[in-house]
């Protein structure tokens, strides 16, 4: 078996200063983490595909105002800039995050051809995006992108998102409101940044499920929800395609959040993942501590090759 991974360098030129915490050497770390593995040789390491107006930005173009683009691409051709207090752009800052929806569909294209899971190892990360705000370190809404993009070029009929990065997917829930077609399920440490995703938030035609989680809480707790909550959300909608917003920041030594979760774990709720539908396109968001991540990433794709 081998297992593909969407990625390319150019990732790294969304510049965000030394003291960021999402920062180009989270990619880095994990690009030599998994060529380190014992089975790095059944990797396949894709270059997305080039962006172009009629795949990557029809594809935006579903999700995002035009005046949203025509924003972050302003504040990019003009050498950079904040677009809030902690999410900034660089000169190619617009040209990755583009970049890195294109790997997201080659990553929804690759799975439903082959019936099989890849990862998307892309930056910046998405969630936090809504369709006309960028805002969380996150520039465009790629797994929104994505899931839209699955149902319009007929390679799914029903697509279900799980976002396991810590912080709530408020862009994904934006983007996702009032289709039926998509299903988007949130697990997230709370209260805590952005604020969004309580549990009697369930959007306006109830296709989200958020689970507000408590600081501190461990795999014991994730697991009771996945089994009372979240197989049966997915199980009613059966979907014929799972996006995961991969967020590695719930473990317990990133800086940025209170959960206990450990890399290993991530290797069981990816075997959650597989279990529900063998079509599972895992994409980067958060996970700020090298180590962690880099481990975590190693421990889904393991995951998926033993499955
Ligand atoms: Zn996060």
Redesign the pocket.
């Known amino acids: 078996m081998v297992f593909p991974i969407l990625y390319s360098d150019r990732f790294l030129d969304h510049q965000t200063g030394g003291m960021h915490p999402e920062r180009s050497s989270r990619l880095t770390a994990t690009v030599n983490a998994l060529k380190a593995t014992p089975w790095a040789d059944q990797l396949e390491w894709r270059s997305p595909s080039p962006v172009t107006a009629e795949r990557t930005m029809a594809a935006i173009s579903r999700v995002h105002t035009p005046e949203y683009c025509d924003l972050i691409a302003g504040i990019a051709e003009g050498g950079g800039g904040m677009l809030d207090g902690d999410t900034l752009l660089s000169t190619a800052s617009y040209d990755v995050a583009r970049l890195a929806v294109s790997a997201c569909l080659d990553g929804i294209d690759l799975v439903a051809d082959r019936n099989s899971p890849a990862f998307a190892l892309v930056r910046p990360?998405g969630h936090h995006t809504e369709p006309a705000r960028g805002m969380?370190f996150c520039l465009l809404s790629s797994v929104a992108i994505a899931a839209q993009y699955a149902l319009d070029s007929g390679q799914a009929q029903r697509v279900a998102i799980l976002d396991w990065?810590?912080?709530h997917g408020n862009g994904t829930q934006a983007a996702i409101d009032g289709n039926p077609a998509i299903v988007f399920c949130s697990l997230h440490q709370f209260p805590h940044y952005p604020g969004t995703g309580r549990a009697d938030d369930r959007g306006s035609i109830g296709n989200s499920l958020n689970i507000p989680m408590p600081m501190g809480a461990t795999i014991e707790a994730y697991r009771t929800q996945f089994e009372t909550k979240v197989r049966p959300f997915f199980t009613e909608f059966q979907p014929d395609l799972l996006i995961v917003s991969a967020?590695y920041?719930a473990n317990r030594d990133d800086m940025?959040?209170g959960i206990e979760l450990l890399p290993e774990d991530f290797g069981e709720l990816t075997r959650f993942c597989l279990e529900l539908t063998p079509k599972v396109l895992f994409v980067l968001?958060?996970?700020y501590n090298l180590p962690s991540l880099s481990e975590s990433v190693v421990a889904t794709i393991e995951a998926c090759l033993k499955h």
């Open positions: 990360p969380g990065d810590v912080h967020g920041d940025l959040a968001e958060g996970g």
